[in-house]
């Protein structure tokens, strides 16, 4: 079972601030965790394939394309009733 230092120390490196019944909940559950974990590595995987998915789902998102603009910027620069200068919108004076 983890001590109750070891869960300070790690609350203290993820930078969390953990009270006394934190600290004694999160004792129990990391270890739940890392004895699960154990189990887990007592499998045998060697000749199991590395896997990133096991839903056979694919990508369904669109291709992108590059548009040509409809508008140039010209047109939108002129669509500012604030003052333009250097191909930019002046948001604030220099003078105040």
Request: aromatic share 4%; hydrophobic share 35%; net charge negative.
């Amino acid at each position: 079972m983890l001590s109750k230092k070891d869960v300070r120390h790690i609350a203290k490196l993820s930078r969390l601030k953990l009270s006394e019944e934190e600290v004694e909940k999160f004792s129990k559950e990391l270890t739940s965790i890392l004895d699960y974990i154990d189990i887990l590595n007592e499998l045998d995987t060697d000749n199991v394939e590395p896997t990133a998915q096991v839903t056979g789902l694919t990508n369904v998102f669109r291709e992108d394309k590059v548009l040509e603009p409809e508008s140039s910027k010209e047109d939108l620069l002129n669509c500012s009733p604030l003052p333009i200068a250097n191909d930019q919108i002046e948001t604030f004076s220099a003078h105040g």
